[in-house]
């Protein structure tokens, strides 16, 4: 069954039917106190493939960053990837395999509430980081595709031995914030150091290095 969200549905209503669909998938029934669950064996994730959105992008003044939180080969080549979440692609997206692990907390459950507190995830082995040139970025505004990031000249795919994100979610969590270090590889042989810190929707740190 495809799911359809019209695109004038308000941000909170897609995420109620997001988690309706999430129980009649998982056959969960919200509890009184704090929820955990582990992902992906109690809860697929949300329905985003990337670390990328609309005003929190992780960005130095040469480069950008987007880590993938499902594989990018299934990825719609044409989804605008600053959008973040992919409603209209529900059940899809959460049959595009996660390359990351972890748990979240739900103060009630995803029936209930629109995202989880907080959320702690962990690379699978090879989370793939792929890096642009903020040139190259800013030519394909106001949107980001896959097909456009693999056609931009100063791409690495880079694939990341340890990625480690701690989010504290907006509209959740009493003090939004994300916390992301990852460190691996690029297709050249050169080591990448990737450190992020946003908090109440402002980028506050981001660090970049490849040696």
């Known amino acids: 069954m495809r799911v359809r969200i019209s695109p004038g549905a308000s941000i909170r209503r897609r995420a109620r039917l997001v988690a309706a669909c999430l129980v009649l998938a998982l056959g969960f029934v919200p509890l009184d106190a704090s929820v955990r669950l582990l992902v992906p064996e109690d809860s697929p994730g949300g329905p985003f493939y990337a670390r990328l959105e609309r005003g929190i992008v992780l960005s130095t003044s040469e480069w950008v960053a987007i880590a993938f939180y499902r594989d990018p080969r299934c990825v719609p080549a044409g989804f605008n990837l600053l959008n973040f979440f992919d409603f209209g692609n529900i059940p899809a997206v959460f049959a595009c395999p996660l390359t990351v692990h972890g748990f979240e907390i739900w103060a009630n459950g995803p029936a209930v509430d629109q995202a989880p507190i907080q959320s702690r995830l962990r690379g699978n082995g090879a989370v793939p980081v792929w890096f642009v040139s903020v040139g190259d970025y800013q030519s394909s505004l106001p949107g980001v595709t896959k097909a456009e990031l693999l056609g931009m000249p100063s791409l690495l795919q880079g694939s990341a031995a340890f990625f480690d994100e701690t989010l504290h979610a907006q509209g959740a969590a009493k003090?939004?914030?994300?916390?992301?270090?990852?460190?691996?590889?690029?297709?050249?042989?050169?080591?990448?150091?990737?450190?992020?810190?946003?908090?109440?929707?402002?980028?506050?740190?981001?660090?970049?290095?490849f040696r």
Do not use: T
């Open 175 to 209: 003090q939004s914030m994300l916390e992301l270090n990852a460190f691996g590889l690029v297709p050249d042989g050169r080591s990448f150091r990737f450190h992020a810190v946003e908090a109440a929707g402002i980028v506050r740190e981001v660090q970049i290095e």
